[in-house]
């Protein structure tokens, strides 16, 4: 069974940071892409970032491109995403995705995510 478990969020004042954390397990494949996206109320979901084992490209979308970091630690199977300089705008649940041959599939920039975890939530006050 493949399980993604973010952790990692809370509330924080805008200019904080936060640091999310996602395990991964029981994924097959050393060739995948892991990543990060986020659903406000009342929006649609939007690809926030991604890594690619392949490659190691990133992507970062543009609204949190230089302020937050994705990097991973391979030997923990964990993808961490680094949020400085946070705003209230960026207040939403956070999911931690990766590439899963299942069949839904959710493109954030040049990768593809095929499972997503239950979603972490931040929020950012003014």
């Known amino acids: 069974e493949v399980q993604l478990q973010a952790s990692g969020g809370g509330l924080v004042q805008a200019g904080g940071s936060l640091r999310l954390s996602c395990a991964a397990s029981?994924?097959?494949?050393?060739?995948?892409?892991i990543g990060w996206f986020r659903q406000a109320p009342g929006k649609e979901r939007e690809g926030v970032s991604c890594m690619k084992s392949s490659d190691g490209i990133t992507y970062y979308a543009d609204s949190v491109k230089g302020r937050f970091t994705i990097s991973s630690d391979n030997a923990k199977n964990t993808v961490y995403l680094q949020m400085n300089r946070l705003k209230p705008e960026d207040t939403a649940v956070y999911y931690c995705a990766r590439y899963s041959d299942s069949g839904s599939y959710y493109p954030v920039g040049p990768c593809l995510f095929g499972s997503w975890g239950q979603g972490t939530q931040v929020t950012v006050s003014s």
């Open positions: 029981g994924f097959a494949g050393d060739d995948y892409a």
